[in-house]
Structure formats: structure tokens, C-alpha cells
């Protein structure tokens, strides 16, 4: 059974850092492209950034460019984000994903975390 399981959300002020994880569970990372994406209230899932099974290639939106980091350890089967000078529009449940083909990972995730809320006041 495959789990991915985030961590790491909270409440932060703006201009602040958030650091999250994602550990696998059910499948051997190295194989798989990963991605983070995000949840606002009232919003539709939007893609936030992914990385191939190499690490060795990102793509972040725009929204967050600058400002997050994706990595990954694939030894400890573990994605990170790095999140640093967040703004209240980053509010947002952050959803951990994951699929065999980083080509089709922006538009539909093969596995799903079941989010972790972060929260950025003004």
C-alpha cells in the first residue's frame, strides 16, 4: 500500500519559513517524479513545483519562484519543501505527489499525501 505522508505545516507570519516533508511509504522514491501542490479555500489544486526521480531537474510556478525549494533524499524516501518568505497567499493545504512520469505529474498525480495546512498571517 502506497503512503505518502506530509508534515511540517503551520502557522507562520509572513516573511517567515516553513520547511515540509513528505515521507513515502509502499514505494521506492528514486523511481518516481514528485511534486508539491496546493489547496487554497475556494480554490482549485494548483501546481506548485516538481522534481524528476534524479533531482536533477525543477519546475516551479511562477508564484513561487525564488522562494521554494523542492529537494529530495532518496535514500530516507523523503521529499522536502523549502519555504521561505511566505505571504499570506500561500495559505493553502500542501499535498505531496507523486507519478512514474514526470511529464504527466503537473496534470495528474498517479499517488496523493493527504495534505498538511499552512497558514501565513499578515
Known amino acids: 500500500q502506497v503512503q505518502l505522508v506530509e508534515s511540517g505545516g503551520g502557522l507562520v507570519q509572513a516573511g517567515g519559513s516553513l520547511r515540509l516533508s513528505c515521507a513515502a511509504s509502499?514505494?521506492?522514491?528514486?523511481?518516481?517524479?514528485m511534486g508539491w501542490f496546493r489547496q487554497a479555500p475556494g480554490k482549485e489544486r494548483e501546481f506548485v513545483v516538481g522534481?524528476?526521480?534524479?533531482?536533477?531537474?525543477?519546475v516551479y510556478a511562477d508564484s513561487v519562484k525564488g522562494r521554494f525549494t523542492i529537494s529530495r533524499d532518496n535514500a530516507k524516501n523523503t521529499l522536502y519543501l523549502q519555504m521561505n518568505s511566505l505571504k499570506p497567499e500561500d495559505t493553502a493545504v500542501y499535498y505531496c505527489?507523486?507519478?512514474?512520469?514526470?511529464?504527466?505529474?503537473?496534470?495528474?498525480?498517479?499517488?496523493w499525501g493527504q495534505g498538511t495546512q499552512v497558514t501565513v498571517s499578515s
Open positions: 509502499g514505494l521506492l522514491l528514486r523511481n518516481y517524479a
Open positions: 522534481i524528476s526521480w534524479s533531482g536533477g531537474r525543477r
Open positions: 505527489a507523486a507519478d512514474r512520469n514526470e511529464k504527466v505529474l503537473a496534470q495528474g498525480p498517479e499517488y
